[in-house]
């Protein structure tokens, strides 16, 4: 079973919109990581943030993690057409040092 | 060079073949995956393999076996492939000492697999 969930499934949105996805998953997490992949392509890894901070910023990238929710959300800002893709999040299960990473079904921008 | 390399990048089966695909890295991780991706589906974790002499079986390893042959060299087997298997298959690799550390996974490219 997945552990995250990606919303929505797909985003249409014009070039310098923002675009903002969101991620839930159901159990303790160490951290939650958010990767790219272009089409038929590896995942790339985006920006990992820690289950003890709440936001955190790479370039145009935001990442927010509320674990009350168990939820997070991603947004990149002034879109370009380059960032066509789809993002997964992934969580770790919680388990340290035995981390494996579950991926949600993604978003495609 | 990629830091992680898979063969082949695509490959047509017949049913019933065995058929072997590797993967090789040169980041120094521990720590390897294999992935399948199915559309709408996301990734499922087949095995993984924390160090030479680790290999565990992750949520869908049924028809599918692994070996570690070195810290740099994991490779995925199907022993007698079915059309189910048809799917995108990537390897990945991490740090082993603090988990997934502060980089992540690094994927390879992925190899196409059909089986008909």
């Known amino acids: 079973s997945q552990q995250g969930e990606e919303d929505p499934q797909a985003l249409s949105i014009q070039e310098g919109e923002n675009a903002t996805m969101n991620c839930s998953y159901k159990?303790?997490?160490?951290?939650l990581q958010w990767y790219r992949q272009n089409s038929g392509r590896g995942l790339v890894h985006l920006i990992l943030?820690?289950?003890?901070?709440r936001e955190k910023h790479s370039g145009r990238l935001r990442v927010t993690l509320d674990t009350s929710k168990k939820s997070s959300s991603l947004l990149i800002t002034a879109s370009r057409a380059a960032d066509t893709a789809s993002y997964f999040c992934?969580?770790?299960?919680?388990?340290?040092?035995?981390?494996?990473?579950?991926f949600g079904t993604g978003t495609r921008l | 060079d990629a830091d992680v390399t898979q063969t082949p990048r695509n490959r047509i089966t017949k049913t019933g073949k065995r058929i072997m695909l590797e993967c090789s890295q040169t980041?120094?991780?521990?720590?390897m995956y294999w992935y399948r991706q199915d559309p709408g589906l996301g990734l499922r974790l087949i095995y993984y393999?924390?160090?030479?002499?680790?290999?565990n079986k992750g949520e869908i390893s049924d028809g599918y076996s692994v070996s570690r042959q070195a810290q740099a060299k994991f490779s995925l087997s199907l022993e007698s492939a079915i059309p189910n298997q048809t799917a995108l298959y990537f390897c990945?690799?991490?740090?082993?000492?603090?988990?997934?550390?502060?980089?992540?996974?690094?994927f390879g490219s992925g190899t196409r697999l059909t089986v008909v």
């Open positions: 990945a690799t991490s740090e082993a000492a603090t988990g997934v550390g502060r980089y992540g996974y690094t």
């Open positions: 393999s924390f160090d030479v002499k680790d290999i």
């Open positions: 943030i820690r289950s003890n901070e």
């Open positions: 980041k120094g991780h521990d720590r």
């Open positions: 992934a969580t770790d299960g919680g388990n340290f040092g035995n981390e494996k990473l579950t």
């Open positions: 159990t303790s997490i160490n951290n």
